[in-house]
């Protein structure tokens, strides 16, 4: 008595990993094109390269998942398809890239923080402090404003709006309200 052959269908994350006797088969989830049914037992995966290089897979022979029927199985696949719940820790999902995103904004906000691109001393009292992009036109709302100012020695650090939000001209620093 030979040993019955098993399969599995994994997800895992942009494609579904399949295991068989075969071989390993990793298809990315973007090129399935239809998941079907054929002679009752066999579900097909086809990924719209012609007949030759579809995957057909012998249902009795899958061990994972696991599912009454080739119709469950062929439901089963299709969740994998459109599912992201449980994928393996690190797969890119929308979520975690706008995450992301967030926190390179944020790390980015805090170092052009760090050394002003422009700086106004005319005045012995008072010192201004321009934040912004390397280039950034100082007519252009794209500005952060610090002002400095020196009273015997006593040192107020204040900015435009009271917030360190890169929407101010720089031209305007004298006029603009410091909090």
Same mark, same amino acid.
């Given at each position: 008595?030979?040993?019955?052959?098993?399969?599995?269908?994994?997800?895992?994350?942009?494609?579904?990993?399949? &295991?068989? /006797?075969?071989?390993?088969?990793?298809?990315?989830?973007? #090129?399935?094109?239809?998941?079907?049914?054929?002679?009752?037992?066999? @579900?097909? &995966?086809? &990924?719209?390269?012609? +007949? =030759?290089?579809?995957?057909?897979?012998?249902?009795? #022979? @899958?061990?994972?998942?696991?599912?009454?029927?080739?119709?469950?199985?062929? #439901?089963?696949?299709?969740?994998? =398809?459109?599912?992201?719940?449980?994928? /393996?820790?690190?797969?890119?999902?929308? %979520?975690?890239?706008?995450?992301?995103?967030?926190?390179?904004?944020?790390?980015?906000?805090?170092? =052009?923080?760090?050394? /002003?691109?422009?700086?106004?001393?005319?005045?012995?009292?008072? &010192?201004?402090?321009?934040? +912004?992009? /390397?280039? +950034?036109?100082?007519?252009?709302? @794209?500005?952060? @404003?610090?002002?400095?100012?020196?009273?015997?020695?006593?040192?107020?650090?204040?900015?435009? +709006?009271?917030?360190?939000?890169?929407?101010?001209?720089?031209?305007?620093?004298?006029? =603009? %309200?410091?909090?």
């Amino acid at each position: 008595m030979t040993a019955t052959a098993t399969t599995q269908i994994i997800n895992n994350g942009a494609s579904l990993k399949i &295991i068989s /006797p075969d071989g390993i088969r990793n298809i990315l989830k973007q #090129e399935i094109v239809e998941i079907s049914i054929l002679k009752d037992s066999i @579900v097909k &995966i086809d &990924i719209g390269q012609g +007949a =030759l290089n579809n995957v057909f897979i012998n249902y009795p #022979e @899958v061990s994972s998942p696991q599912t009454q029927s080739p119709d469950a199985l062929v #439901e089963a696949i299709n969740s994998m =398809l459109q599912s992201n719940i449980n994928l /393996p820790q690190g797969i890119a999902t929308e %979520v975690s890239q706008q995450k992301q995103i967030s926190q390179l904004d944020s790390m980015r906000i805090s170092l =052009l923080l760090q050394a /002003p691109q422009i700086c106004d001393e005319t005045n012995p009292k008072t &010192i201004y402090k321009g934040f +912004a992009l /390397p280039g +950034a036109k100082t007519s252009d709302a @794209v500005w952060a @404003v610090q002002k400095i100012t020196n009273n015997n020695c006593i040192y107020r650090y204040q900015w435009a +709006a009271g917030n360190q939000n890169f929407d101010k001209i720089w031209d305007n620093r004298a006029t =603009l %309200v410091y909090q």
